[in-house]
């Protein structure tokens, strides 16, 4: 997927992975009993953080990885058609490898 989208110092910018129909028991949920998933594949990253020296420091994700974030991180936007979310990197709680 090609994102529209450039994110600016440490922020990045994720879509939700798709959540589970069933559950570990093996019952089928409805769309309006499902969460939203809290792990998504990073589509861009920002240049990042502006340091008091000028340089910028480096981020430790990169596009492609898949993520885990705060229940309610970043900022849920539509971007043709696609829910899409834009984090700061210090909201991502870890990098599934």
Request: net charge neutral; no cysteine; glycine share 10%.
């Amino acid at each position: 997927m090609s994102i529209k989208l450039k994110p600016l110092d440490d922020r990045i910018v994720v879509k939700r992975l798709d959540s589970e129909d069933k559950t570990a028991g093996g019952i089928l949920l409805p769309s309006t009993a499902k969460e939203k998933p809290q792990q998504g594949k990073v589509l861009a990253v920002g240049p990042g953080k502006l340091l008091d020296s000028g340089s910028r420091a480096a981020l430790d994700v990169k596009v492609g990885d898949t993520v885990v974030f705060g229940k309610y991180s970043g900022a849920e936007i539509t971007v043709d058609g696609e829910e899409i979310i834009v984090l700061k990197e210090s909201d991502v709680l870890a990098v599934v490898k």
